[in-house]
């Protein structure tokens, strides 16, 4: 990798930086005395970005400090083998960074001087030169690379290093200066003036000026010996009453007092509604100007009434199937469920019998069988029933019921029995569509437990 006939040696350390990564590479660049150019990788590091989010110039910066570390690294590593006149070069894309490391007013934050400190400790601001993204090797570092792409962009150097004569760019850097930037704080006082002056200061209208201190004046107030406005009442001979109740004290209807003594009132009646409330705190000697709006404010606000009063949000409903849309005959596409059991008198035996509920989904007309029991043979009695009264069934739906599970592999297993013209015949008119859906409160289930509901009802009557 060192030739021994170099003439002339340079170490070139190429930073780069992104969200997810930051990294640096380096790569010595030799010439030999023919002059014939040969550039060999040296050390490269790359390291995930923080957890902590950092900015991306700052993570740039980390990448230019991790960059001087390398070539501290391979200069100590390297002292015997290298050529004493060796130079160092570092290559970044960020131009950020560059000024950070060519400014030499004190006015960064820690974070930033530090790191610059670090790389100033190893190098001088005119080692640094800027690099366009696309030809920086070290911006595989920063993103993760595939194999392949690192053996081609990261391990062979790049394609400029190679050439016998390198154009270091000049790059124009903002000027600093030691100045800082005069900064001013600047602060706002409102000063309220108190008192009835103060409250004639908040309207700019003279007009309403005089309402509202019509309404105030309407009140008919007056101070009492502790410094409390008052309502002049009727009540004044009145002896039952206590003084608040006779002359309740005048409150503010935006104040935090009054919002306080509104919600200790509320809490106190068991956050109880807007009347309620109202009543209360009149009835405790307060005069609360605009005290319904207070008081509702207050229960707005309240996330107990919330919790209690507030309406559930309801599931926006899917569309209707089109059987339920289709114009048809009674009972062409039905809906079934059972129901029961009852119990019935049979002689001096007691015994369970069942209902058959039957919905037509077109005119939620009702037919109603009654079972024996649950099994197969008792429901296609039923079926045979309804169509013989009805007229034929399209579409029966149902739940997953076993009495109608075995329905229908028992309808199948006759149809495929007989011969296949008569089969076709059948097909058109007198086969039923079984359409098995899981347990769910559908529309003929629904029915069926109203309906129950309803008897229930009847039969307490
Ligand atoms: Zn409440």
Not at 69 to 77: D, M
Not at 348 to 361: D, I, N, Q, S
Request: with cysteine.
């Amino acid at each position: 990798m060192i030739e021994e006939d170099a003439a002339k040696s340079e170490i070139h350390c190429f930073s780069d930086a992104s969200t997810t990564g930051y990294g640096a590479c380096a790569y010595l660049r030799q010439i030999t005395k023919e002059g014939e150019v040969k550039c060999s990788y040296l050390l490269g590091k790359a390291r995930v970005a923080p957890l902590k989010m950092i900015t991306i110039p700052h993570m740039e910066l980390q990448a230019a400090v991790v960059a001087t570390q390398l070539v501290s690294v391979l200069e100590r590593e390297l002292k015997d083998f290298l050529l004493a006149n060796t130079a160092t070069h570092y290559w970044c894309d960020s131009m950020i960074v560059l000024n950070y490391i060519s400014n030499d007013a004190k006015k960064f934050k820690v974070y930033v001087a530090n790191r610059i400190q670090q790389t100033r400790d190893v190098s001088t601001p005119t080692q640094w030169h800027h690099i366009a993204s696309r030809n920086n090797p070290a911006d595989h570092a920063s993103r993760g690379s595939e194999v392949k792409d690192i053996i081609r962009h990261w391990i062979n150097p790049p394609n400029f290093l190679q050439q016998s004569d390198i154009k270091i760019p000049t790059t124009k850097l903002e000027k600093t200066t030691d100045k800082l930037p005069e900064a001013r704080c600047l602060s706002t006082s409102v000063k309220e003036i108190p008192g009835l002056l103060g409250m004639m200061e908040r309207y700019s209208k003279w007009e309403t000026l005089i309402n509202i201190f019509a309404v105030f004046i309407r009140l008919d107030p007056y101070t009492d010996d502790d410094g409390i406005v008052r309502i002049r009442e009727r009540l004044k001979y009145c002896t039952t009453f206590t003084i608040d109740l006779k002359h309740p004290a005048i409150l503010p209807k935006t104040c935090n007092i009054t919002n306080l003594i509104v919600q200790y009132y509320h809490r106190l009646t068991g956050h109880s509604g807007r009347g309620l409330t109202t009543a209360t705190i009149r009835q405790n000697g307060y005069w609360i100007t605009g005290l319904s709006t207070a008081v509702s404010t207050v229960i707005n606000n309240c996330v107990i009434c919330k919790k209690l009063r507030g309406n559930t949000e309801t599931q926006k409903m899917a569309d209707l199937p089109a059987v339920r849309l289709e114009p048809a005959t009674p009972f062409h596409y039905s809906g079934m469920d059972c129901f029961g059991p009852f119990h019935a008198k049979d002689g001096r035996c007691e015994v369970k019998r069942y209902g058959l509920m039957f919905t037509c989904l077109t005119s939620r007309a009702v037919h109603i069988e009654m079972l024996d029991d649950l099994t197969t043979d008792a429901f296609l009695n039923s079926l045979r029933c309804l169509i013989a009264m009805r007229g034929s069934v399209k579409s029966l739906y149902s739940d997953q019921g076993t009495n109608f599970r075995g329905a229908q592999t028992e309808l199948k297993k006759n149809l495929a029995e007989i011969n296949e013209e008569l089969h076709k015949n059948l097909q058109k008119s007198l086969n039923v569509n079984f359409f098995l859906t899981p347990h769910r409160r559908a529309t003929w289930e629904a029915f069926g437990k109203d309906r129950l509901e309803q008897r229930d009802r009847l039969w307490k009557d």
